[in-house]
């Protein structure tokens, strides 16, 4: 495989910039994996694709207002403003964070943040590269900062800066467990109504928590994606969750899992064990086309970015030329794409 079979033309003017209204009205491509048919919905039609028995499997992980900016204060003397991007808690009072522009920070320079404001100046001292513009920044109330002075991380491509109606936006209404730097956007579609017209029809629900985090959105650059390496992300499957898919699974009831990131997590879970299991750790698995799924036989997902890890795993899932071929029917179409997008719902 190389890079270019996962690319695709997409024109700048169909990148959703802000999300549909209401989050249901979006609209959803409905891919039949094995066969490449494609037929054009709705979300809010997602119940009459669905029937009683199947369980339907969300990530309840919560944005965090991860992207901040601080004065850096060198041990040379000199200061600038830089951008602090809080990636993941390491241990106590650690985080690892992305610096803009941070390939010359060193051990021992501090970062300041809110100086000057109305909440209080805080301080965080740097301890380590990890490569590039990744460090380890020690500091204390990683929270209130977050709380006083973070903003949502909106994705680069939407073009703006975040406002207010983005805290809530940007944040599925199932949201629950704070630690993601990105939305599982697949998610977004779903309203307290969608979910309870699908209960009572008999469809289950399960959550399950993985924290989105640098190994989503990481670009791909090796020439052959088999060679890239994917950040490890953390995870929790509770015991409810273990025992509902497990039952599922072993009756032949269908799975559909909603976002690559809860794929990756319950594939990873099945690749490890041979079963779902209460668990939680950091997930690595890397899903390209060629890998034989074991758990879901259907994904709700929006529309990735080309060459991306997220659309290989559509690939992986659906079939590579009928991906890319229903793709170029969502372009013709004008279908929205990436995060504030619409959806495409995979079956097998």
């Known amino acids: ?6 690319d695709y033309d997409l024109p700048p003017e169909l990148i959703a910039r802000t999300p549909a209204e209401p989050r249901d009205a979006s609209r959803m491509l409905v891919l039949q994996g094995p066969i490449g048919a494609t037929a054009d919905s709705h979300f809010r039609n997602l119940p009459d694709f669905l029937r009683a028995g199947d369980v339907l499997v969300l990530n309840d992980t919560r944005v965090i ?5 601080a004065r850096l204060e060198r041990r040379n003397g000199t200061t600038r403003t830089i951008e602090v991007f809080f990636a993941e808690p390491l241990r106590d009072h650690h985080w ?35 490569g ?11 929270e209130r900062i977050l709380e006083l002075y973070g903003e949502i991380p909106l994705p680069p491509y939407i073009e703006r800066a975040p406002t207010e109606a983005d805290a809530s936006s940007y944040q599925t209404v199932f949201a629950d467990r704070p630690g993601a730097v990105a939305a599982p ?22 959550t399950i928590t993985l924290h989105v985090g640098l190994g989503t959105f990481m670009p791909v650059r090796t020439e052959f994606p088999e060679e890239h390496i994917l950040h490890p992300e953390r995870f929790e499957v509770k015991a409810e969750t273990a025992n509902m898919l497990q039952a599922a699974a072993n009756e032949g009831r269908r799975i559909i899992s909603v976002g690559t990131t809860t794929t990756r997590t ?15 750790g950091r997930a690595d698995l890397y899903i390209l086309p060629g890998f034989e799924f074991k758990l879901i036989s259907g994904l709700l997902t929006n529309f990735h ?9 559509v690939a992986a899932f659906a079939g590579r030329e009928n991906v890319l071929a229903a793709y170029r029917h969502a372009v013709d179409v004008k279908y929205r794409f990436y995060s504030y997008g619409d959806c495409m719902f995979v079956l097998r």
């Open 266 to 280: 319950l594939e990873f879970l099945m690749a490890k064990h041979g079963e779902i299991r209460a668990e939680a």
């Open 132 to 142: 590039a513009d990744l460090h380890v920044l020690e500091l204390e109330s990683a």
């Open 65 to 69: 207002r991860a992207r901040t900016q």
């Open 305 to 313: 970015l080309p060459k991306s890890t997220l659309l290989m795993l």
């Open 1 to 6: 495989m190389h890079i270019s079979d996962f």
């Open 96 to 130: 690892q964070v992305l610096c803009k522009p941070g390939r010359r920070i060193r051990a021992g320079d501090r970062a300041v943040f809110g100086a000057g404001g109305s909440g209080g100046t805080f301080a965080g001292t740097f301890q380590e590269s990890l």
């Open 185 to 206: 956007t697949a998610g977004l579609h779903f309203t307290p109504q969608i979910l309870d017209r699908l209960r009572t029809q008999g469809v289950q629900i399960a």
